[in-house]
C-alpha cells in the first residue's frame, strides 16, 4: 500500500466514521492494511475532533475508544463532475419561478453551497455557475409572479405530505366574490409559467385544478384524508393537451409542407400519429380533448394547419377565424 498523505488518510478515516458506528483505532489499522502506525492514526482523529467537525467517542472495554460521528454532518464535500453542473444548472430554472420567496431564497443558498464544490481548477466551469442564466434558460412568457404566495406554498405543500383536508378561499377569473371550500390537495403542476394544485373537492365530488395565483388563503384543519390509491398524474393529464381535461376524441390536422419539419420533428401528444402526404404535407392524428388548449395551439399555425377531424373542432375554428376577421375588419 503506498504512504498516505495527511489528506488522504483523513479522508479514508472520515468516510469510514460516516459510514460505520463504534470505530476504533484497531479497526481502522486494519482498514489501512496495518501499514499506518497506530499513533498516527489517533494524531488524525485527535486532528479531526480538532477541525471542529462533530466527532464524539465512548470509552469501551480495557479503556478502548468507540469514535462516532454526529449524523447530521453526513458527506464529505467532493468537486462536481461537468454532468453534475448541467444537473445544477438545470435545477436552477426553478428559481426563477420562485423568486421572492422562501423556497427561492433555499436555492440560492444551495448554489452558494455548489459554488463551493466547484473544481477550483476549472475556470471554465466556475464561469458558467456564476452565469447560469447565460449558459441555460427556460423561457417562459406570462410567467405568473408567485413571491406573495410563499406561506400558501408552503401550506399546501404540507397538507399534500400529511394528507391534511383544508379549507381554499378562492377567487375565480373576473369575479370579485372570493368562494371558500373543502379541498384535498394531491398534486402540485408546474405548467406554462404557472403553478396550480390538483386536488379533489368533497363536495361535489369532482377532482378540480386551482391556479395558485387566485388562491386567497390555505387553512389546514386536523383532519386527515384517505389518498386515492388509483391516483395518478400521469394517467391524470394522459388524455389532455395542456392541463384542462375534456373528453378525449380522435383529432385529425394537416399542416402545410412549409411548417412540416416542425410538426415532425416533436412529440406533441403521447397518442400522436404522423402520416406524411405526396405533397409535403403531413397529418397529424392524436386522441386527445378538444380544449381550449388545443384550440388554442391550431390557432398559433394560421392558415398552415386544417382541422380535418371532428367537425365540432373544425366549426370551433372556423367560427375564431370568422370572428377574428370581423374584429380586424
Not at 176 to 201: D, T
Not at 210 to 220: C, D, G
Not at 297 to 306: D, H, M, Q, S, V
Not at 315 to 320: A, L, N, W
Request: proline share 4%; net charge negative.
Amino acid at each position: 500500500m503506498p504512504e498516505l498523505t495527511q489528506l488522504e488518510r483523513t479522508l479514508r478515516i472520515l468516510q469510514r466514521l460516516i459510514t460505520h458506528d463504534n470505530v476504533t483505532v484497531n479497526e481502522l489499522y486494519d482498514l489501512f492494511d496495518r501499514q499506518e502506525p497506530k499513533r498516527t492514526i489517533q494524531r488524525t482523529l485527535d486532528s479531526i475532533q480538532a477541525s471542529h467537525i462533530p466527532l464524539q467517542f465512548t470509552t469501551g472495554p480495557h479503556g478502548e475508544r468507540h469514535y462516532n460521528i454526529h449524523r447530521a454532518f453526513d458527506f464529505i464535500p467532493i468537486g462536481l463532475s461537468p454532468d453534475e453542473i448541467l444537473a445544477a444548472i438545470l435545477l436552477a430554472q426553478f428559481g426563477d419561478l420562485f423568486q421572492g420567496t422562501r423556497i427561492g431564497r433555499d436555492i440560492e443558498g444551495v448554489f452558494e453551497k455548489i459554488d463551493q464544490l466547484m473544481p477550483k481548477n476549472s475556470i471554465a466551469i466556475t464561469s458558467a455557475l456564476q452565469g447560469i442564466t447565460d449558459v441555460l434558460h427556460i423561457h417562459q412568457p406570462g410567467m405568473v409572479e408567485i413571491g406573495s404566495r410563499d406561506q400558501i406554498i408552503s401550506d399546501l405543500f404540507r397538507a399534500i405530505i400529511e394528507k391534511r383536508n383544508c379549507w381554499i378561499e378562492y377567487k375565480r377569473g373576473k369575479e370579485a366574490k372570493k368562494n371558500a371550500f373543502e379541498f384535498h390537495p394531491y398534486s402540485l403542476l408546474f405548467h406554462v409559467g404557472a403553478i396550480y394544485c390538483i386536488g379533489f373537492q368533497p363536495f361535489h365530488k369532482n377532482w378540480i385544478y386551482l391556479a395558485l395565483q387566485r388562491i386567497r388563503t390555505v387553512s389546514l384543519t386536523d383532519e386527515r384524508f384517505e389518498r386515492d390509491i388509483e391516483y395518478n398524474l400521469k394517467e391524470f393529464l394522459k388524455d389532455n393537451f395542456g392541463i384542462w381535461h375534456e373528453e378525449p376524441v380522435d383529432v385529425v390536422i394537416r399542416f402545410d409542407r412549409e411548417i412540416a419539419h416542425s410538426i415532425q420533428e416533436r412529440t406533441w401528444h403521447h397518442s400522436q400519429k404522423i402520416k406524411s402526404l405526396k405533397n409535403g404535407d403531413v397529418e397529424l392524428s392524436m386522441h386527445v380533448g378538444p380544449s381550449a388548449e388545443l384550440v388554442a395551439w391550431i390557432l398559433r399555425w394560421g392558415t398552415l394547419a386544417e382541422v380535418l377531424e371532428p367537425e365540432a373542432l373544425r366549426d370551433e375554428i372556423r367560427k375564431v377565424f370568422t370572428e377574428g376577421a370581423a374584429l380586424y375588419k
